[in-house]
């Protein structure tokens, strides 16, 4: 996967990823954004409410559950020192229908959590990250 970053201007970024789709960040304007977009963090979890959403729906339709919409609320806690690392997560699903067999809807949530979702497992146990830098001189 590979992902490009840009500065809009100040604390303002854009992003986008393989599927070509610019994503817009932005930070408070005491850290010299323009308070005009969703923030990094809030990004990352947004990014997880999506994947276990994609995972709950590919499983329930798999198991031939009929359901209406799927709805996840999802707080967060950090700590307060840097980085300010997620500290607790928890995410509330709700899956709306009419007769919903409990079993099925409890054991795609389970899959989705322990199994499936790629961002619970990289938000759950780090992965090594690498770096470096290069400085373009400007003409």
């Known amino acids: 996967?590979?992902?490009e970053v840009k500065q809009?201007?100040?604390?303002?970024?854009?992003?986008?990823?393989?599927s070509n789709h610019w994503s817009v960040m932005d930070a408070t304007e005491e850290h010299d954004g323009a308070d005009g977009a969703t923030r990094p963090m809030e990004m990352l979890l947004i990014g997880l409410g999506g994947c276990t959403?994609?995972?709950?729906?590919?499983?329930?339709?798999?198991m031939r559950v009929d359901y209406d919409d799927i709805k996840m609320d999802i707080s967060a806690e950090r700590e307060e020192d840097h980085p300010k690392v997620f500290s607790e997560i928890k995410i509330k699903y709700k899956i709306f229908g009419s007769n919903l067999p409990e079993d099925k809807v409890a054991k795609a949530v389970r899959?989705?959590?322990e199994r499936y979702c790629s961002a619970t497992h990289s938000l759950k146990n780090p992965a090594e990250i690498t770096y470096e830098y290069e400085i373009v001189e400007s003409e």
Not at 8 to 18: A, H, N, P, Y
Not at 53 to 62: A, F, M, Q, S
């Open 1 to 3: 996967m590979e992902i």
């Open 8 to 18: 809009l201007e100040g604390s303002t970024f854009v992003g986008r990823g393989d």
């Open 53 to 62: 959403g994609i995972d709950l729906n590919t499983l329930l339709n798999k």
């Open 111 to 113: 899959l989705t959590q």
